[in-house]
């Protein structure tokens, strides 16, 4: 595998209900491919767990995925979690998949999550704006690229047309 020069560690993990793990290997060759180093902790991942391993391998992205339907409430917990860390208060975090078992978009929950400490939130699993999306973090092609460090041009790249970005 070839790491590009300004290939991001991205972590990811399914939610801690959630037992599919094809969108988790999808989700890392994706990042791979973009030259991307990740840390795949595989589905069922709870929240303690996922802070510890944060602060062991500090990574520059999370990524949690899901499938089940319950991305909303497998979202939620760990995101907190995170954010009650001081040294992961920054780390851009994404959640995408499946956030509810109506099968349509819930805007409500996605503004839920962005309050709750998600960076973007993919809530119809759009692989394309969350490609863009890691680029904007990697600053490969960052549209709106500041100088003011890596938590301002997240939240500037963020706002993709599904995407969207922590307010
Ligand atoms: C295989 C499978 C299983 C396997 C999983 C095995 C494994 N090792 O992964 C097993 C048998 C374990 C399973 C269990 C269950 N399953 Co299942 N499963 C499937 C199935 C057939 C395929 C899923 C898959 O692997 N797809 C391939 C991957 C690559 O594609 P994907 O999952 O769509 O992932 C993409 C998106 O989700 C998105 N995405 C996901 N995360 C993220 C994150 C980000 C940031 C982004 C950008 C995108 C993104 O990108 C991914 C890649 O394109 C689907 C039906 C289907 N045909 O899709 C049902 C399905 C997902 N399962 C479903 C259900 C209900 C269950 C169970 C609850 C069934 C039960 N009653 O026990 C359990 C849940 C267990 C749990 N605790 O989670 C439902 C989910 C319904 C919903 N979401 O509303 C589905 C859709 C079937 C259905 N039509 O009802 N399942």
């Known amino acids: 595998m070839v790491h590009s020069q300004h290939g991001l560690h991205v972590l990811v993990c399914g939610g801690a209900s959630d037992a599919h793990t094809w969108n988790l290997v999808c989700l890392q060759l994706l990042l ?38 319950h991305g909303y409430q497998d979202g939620l917990r760990p995101v907190r979690r995170l954010r009650r860390e001081p040294s992961l208060a920054a780390v851009p975090v994404a959640l995408g998949g499946k956030l509810g078992v109506a099968g349509v978009r819930d805007a409500a929950a996605a ?16 692989l394309a704006a969350f490609h863009t999306w890691v680029g904007g973090l990697a ?29």
């Open 32 to 69: 791979e491919e973009a030259g991307h180093r990740v840390t795949n902790l595989g589905p069922c991942v709870p929240e303690e767990l996922l802070a510890r391993e944060c602060l062991t391998h500090r990574p520059d992205a999370v990524v949690i995925g899901s499938v089940n339907g």
């Open 111 to 126: 503004d839920a999550l962005r309050a709750a400490g998600c960076t973007a939130v993919f809530d119809d699993g759009d």
């Open 139 to 167: 600053g490969h092609s960052a549209p709106t690229r500041t100088t003011a460090g890596l938590g301002a041009r997240t939240r500037a790249t963020a706002g993709a047309p599904t995407g969207g970005s922590r307010a």
